[in-house]
């Protein structure tokens, strides 16, 4: 996870998630983190959009953004494809490890606009940010 004064590691989780697992998840990597007035956002998975997890979401965090989130190729179509999904963790570990705070609060200052370039665009490319 990644807020506006720095990031948290990161957890990959190789099996599948239901709303248990998801539940799970926010309670140990996610809760330990979270302040009043911080926002979680998340895609509409069914995992994070269940009964359950709304519920959870509800009696533990005040905000919760939800996003409909495209395929990230279809966001940025140049971007690498990934011959293994070891080759795309080591890829996004080195990248996380090397964000530094000012450059993940550049970020997290422009994803409204970002998000509102998506809807403009109906889904189409990004320019970089």
């Given at each position: 996870m990644g807020g506006y004064n720095?990031?948290?590691s990161l957890h990959f989780v190789e099996y599948n998630v239901n709303s248990d697992v998801y539940t799970n998840i926010l309670c140990k990597s996610y809760m330990s983190f979270y302040q009043t007035g911080?926002?979680?956002m998340q895609d509409n998975?069914?995992?994070?959009?269940?009964t359950k997890?709304?519920?959870?979401?509800k009696e533990n965090i005040l905000i919760v953004i939800q996003l409909k989130i495209l395929m990230v190729?279809?966001?940025?179509?140049?971007?690498k494809v990934y011959r293994s999904l070891d080759e795309l963790i080591a890829e996004i570990n080195i990248i996380?490890?090397?964000l530094e705070v000012d450059e993940i609060r550049r970020m997290v200052q422009s994803f409204p606009?970002?998000?509102t370039e998506v809807v403009e665009n109906k889904g189409g490319n990004l320019r970089n940010y």
């Open positions: 720095g990031s948290t911080y926002i979680l998975a069914r995992p994070r959009v269940s997890t709304l519920d959870f979401l190729r279809r966001l940025n179509p140049g971007s996380w490890d090397s606009s970002r998000l």
